[in-house]
């Protein structure tokens, strides 16, 4: 089955500055990959996806890079802002299984 | 407003006792999702539902029981084969499969 793995486990970045947080995936059948923001005690909001035939999408700070080839897509946060502070997971689908495979999170914290 | 709706927020539960999560959903979504969250290990799949008198397993399904009666409720039961279920409870929709998730905002579960 698909395996994500998600790395930093925790990142601390300061006001302003950007954030990424990277993720790679095992199954080159894999086509859709979601990104969702979690706040403490709240379920996970997605806040930005990419198919498997675009390479980047962007929404205003918001980015998110694929490559296919090295099966690993990327979030980036620029101009961070306190109100990033959060856990980000990604996740992968596979059509086949029809299933979304989730990453183990990273715990971002933005230093005012 | 559309969205998802779990309750209750708090459950405790005996050793020995059967309790039900409730899962309402107003989006008119066809799938619907449970997944099971404890710290480091990202968000699990218990049971999904693509449509009306229909679920599946999940990774994890031992121990858990759903029904998916009408198109807006995913009830989960964690019955007393459940050995260790104190965890976050999330569970999701989608219009289909391969889309975004919406998220309700969970039931924390403790075992006293």
């Known amino acids: 089955g698909e395996n994500v793995e998600q790395h930093p486990s925790t990142l601390s970045v300061q006001e302003g500055d950007s954030a990424v947080i990277k993720c790679t995936y095992s199954?080159?059948?894999?086509?859709?990959f979601p990104w969702y923001k979690q706040e403490l005690g709240k379920g996970p909001q997605l806040i930005i996806d990419?198919?498997?035939?675009?390479g980047e999408k962007k929404d205003q700070r918001i980015a998110v890079t694929l490559n296919k080839t090295a099966k690993h897509f990327s979030l980036h946060i620029t101009e961070t802002q306190p109100e990033d502070s959060a856990v980000y997971f990604c996740?992968?689908?596979?059509?086949?299984?029809?299933?979304?495979?989730f990453g183990t999170g990273t715990r971002l914290t933005i230093i005012p | 407003d559309g969205g998802i709706t779990q309750s209750p927020k708090y459950l405790f539960r005996k050793e020995g006792q059967n309790v039900t999560l409730s899962c309402e959903q107003n989006?008119?979504?066809?799938?619907m999702y449970w997944y099971r969250q404890d710290p480091g290990q990202g968000l699990r799949l218990i049971y999904y539902?693509?449509?009306?008198?229909?679920?599946q397993k999940g990774d994890i399904a031992e121990g858990y029981s759903v029904s998916r009666e009408k198109k807006e409720s995913f009830p989960l039961t964690v019955t007393s084969a459940q050995k260790n279920p104190t965890a976050f409870y999330l569970c999701?929709?989608?219009?289909?499969?391969?889309?975004?998730?919406?998220f309700g905002s969970g039931t924390r579960l403790t075992v006293v």
């Open positions: 999701a929709s989608s219009i289909g499969v391969g889309d975004g998730y919406t």
């Open positions: 199954d080159s059948a894999s086509n859709y």
């Open positions: 990419i198919r498997s035939n675009v």
């Open positions: 996740a992968a689908y596979n059509f086949g299984n029809e299933k979304l495979t």
């Open positions: 989006l008119n979504h066809d799938a």
């Open positions: 539902s693509q449509i009306v008198n229909d679920f």
